[in-house]
């Protein structure tokens, strides 16, 4: 069955504070706590949520706390 993966992402700049929510009317909503602002902790998070079916889908702010998260979860380089 295939279903989504709501992930909000609170950024700032040394930690994310991680929320998840299931797709569907029965879907369960849960605080998974706060992970540091760095690449191994995001990829180390994206793996925990992993499901076989399961679509993930980031939100978070899009200000300067934000743009290299959306650089490291889309696997694109910022142009400068």
Do not use: W
Not at 18 to 33: C, D, F, K, Q
Request: charged residues 15%; positive net charge; proline residues 4%.
């Amino acid at each position: 069955m295939k279903y989504t993966r709501f992930v909000g992402m609170d950024v700032h700049k040394d930690q994310i504070s991680v929320a998840v929510a299931e797709s569907g009317r029965g879907g369960t909503v849960e605080y998974l706590g706060q992970i540091a602002n760095d690449p191994a902790a995001i990829s180390k998070l994206c793996a925990r949520l992993a499901r076989p079916g399961a679509t993930l889908s980031f939100f978070y702010e899009a200000g300067p706390c934000g743009y290299g998260l959306h650089h490291h979860l889309t696997g694109t380089v910022a142009v400068t």
